[in-house]
């Protein structure tokens, strides 16, 4: 650090002897000699070829102090909100101490909010990176940051082919990990956990970045997708009971959702994932105790989740194109694929987005489940459209929720007893244009994790 610091203060010192040679060089210009026809025109000749010098070495000089202050920020960045183990177990030890870039990430201000693409060998990951670019209002406030591991030429290619536009970080660690022998068809799992605990450390101990929307390679973004998280964030620092926003309706089926109220975002207690955002002290809790592998099942425990919400939006604000991959394309073909990406652009920042803090929603969103009238499937399969409003179906356990959820079209599924897109066990959705609340009897008393 002595050595890296001393090179910071050379830096300083060839910036301070540039302006001295720089004057020299404007206080040792020959004066013109002219005659009296001439001299005026000399003169002005003088006055604008010195502005012009002037100008070139300013900017010169710009480039100077930009550089020096983007290494003297890479030193500060490096001991930002360290916590010791968790930074050694972030960057492993034979590895460089800083990652490789492209170009260098914007110093964090409360105004920056960086965007992390996970990739690994999809060249495929343009189209993530198109769609991130294309939308993206302010380079400034939204750098983009491929994080790619495995080393796959073609995609590191691709990556580098954005130039400045993004920074590529490589993770230095590409070795086989040692699991159980039952575990060895989960070697990708592992890498991803792995890769995920580094490329995170970067954001927010290296770079000391305080929040992160983090997405994978293989997914595509809503033209509001960074209103969306803009609006969001506010409310995430400003709610204790919530820890993520999430990009993601698990049941975002076109035929599942109101097209027409593409504004409508809900709480809920599972973690979507897929394009979302959360806090630099969120990683502070959760890095001392990164999983291995499946991380976000890992996520979705309650010994994680501590009965916190993520805000997800009716209208999904990403979409997967990646079937290939490490679960082999598992809920790809039968509900992934059919997820309907949201474009129309909303104005989320202009939008009051406090209906969905914890009391004040709850509140409105448990009397509205309530009050609708409660039907069976043979009820709401025989009325469909002729019945207006919203109507809700009933479950008692966990086997007459799978039924309800697999008989409409529904991701049937549970993670530590919490349904897909869930709040407080209810799941909101669209059938044949109906609103639909499958929902707990009233007095609910909690999520049951055997279901699972």
């Excluded at 790809?332 to 803090?357: A, G, H, M």
Aim: proline residues 6%; contains cysteine; hydrophobic residues 40%.
């Amino acid at each position: 650090m002595v050595k890296k610091s001393g090179l910071a203060v050379w830096g300083a010192a060839l910036f301070i002897a540039w302006n001295g040679l720089l004057l020299l060089f404007l206080w040792s210009r020959p004066p013109s000699s002219s005659s009296s026809s001439s001299a005026g025109q000399r003169l002005t000749a003088d006055v604008i070829r010195l502005a012009q010098d002037a100008e070139t070495e300013l900017e010169r000089q710009k480039e100077l102090l930009r550089q020096i202050q983007r290494y003297s920020g890479a030193l500060r960045g490096r001991g930002h909100r360290q916590r010791g183990a968790g930074l050694a177990n972030a960057v492993p030890k034979s590895s460089p101490s800083s990652p490789t870039l492209t170009s260098t990430p914007t110093r964090p201000t409360d105004g920056v909010l960086p965007v992390l693409v996970m990739a690994c060998d999809r060249s495929s990951v343009r189209r993530c990176l198109d769609k991130l670019l294309r939308y993206r209002p302010s380079a400034r406030r939204f750098p983009v940051i491929v994080s790619q591991d495995c080393g796959h030429a073609e995609t590191a290619r691709v990556i580098a082919s954005y130039g400045d536009a993004v920074a590529h970080i490589r993770q230095p660690d590409l070795s086989d990990i040692a699991v159980p022998a039952e575990h060895r068809k989960f070697q990708g799992y592992y890498k991803i956990a792995r890769h995920y605990r580094w490329a995170l450390g970067q954001i927010f101990r290296v770079y000391g970045y305080g929040a992160v929307i983090v997405v994978e390679d293989d997914l595509e973004v809503a033209p509001d997708f960074y209103e969306y998280f803009e609006a969001a964030l506010p409310l995430l620092r400003a709610d204790p009971t919530l820890w993520c926003v999430s990009a993601w309706n698990d049941n975002g089926r076109e035929q599942m959702i109101d097209a027409g109220d593409a504004e409508l975002l809900y709480r809920t207690d599972f973690f979507p994932g897929l394009g979302w955002l959360f806090l630099g002290e969120l990683w502070d809790e959760l890095e001392p105790k990164w999983p291995r592998a499946f991380w976000d099942d890992w996520m979705r425990q309650p010994e994680q989740r501590r009965q916190r919400s993520c805000i997800r939006p009716e209208i999904s604000r990403t979409m997967t194109f990646g079937r290939k991959g490490v679960s082999h394309g598992q809920f790809f073909d039968q509900y992934l694929k059919y997820i309907k990406l949201n474009e129309r652009f909303v104005p989320f920042t202009k939008l009051d987005l406090s209906y969905l803090k914890k009391e004040e929603y709850d509140r409105a969103f448990l009397a509205r489940v309530y009050a609708a009238p409660e039907v069976t499937l043979e009820e709401l399969r025989r009325d469909g459209r002729r019945q207006p409003g919203a109507v809700r179906l009933s479950y008692d356990g966990r086997d007459s929720f799978k039924a309800l959820a697999k008989a409409l079209g529904l991701m049937d599924d549970l993670k530590a007893g919490v349904p897909r897109a869930g709040y407080r066990g209810v799941v909101a959705f669209l059938h044949r244009g109906r609103r639909v609340y499958l929902a707990p009897p009233a007095g609910w008393a909690g999520y049951d994790p055997s279901w699972s």
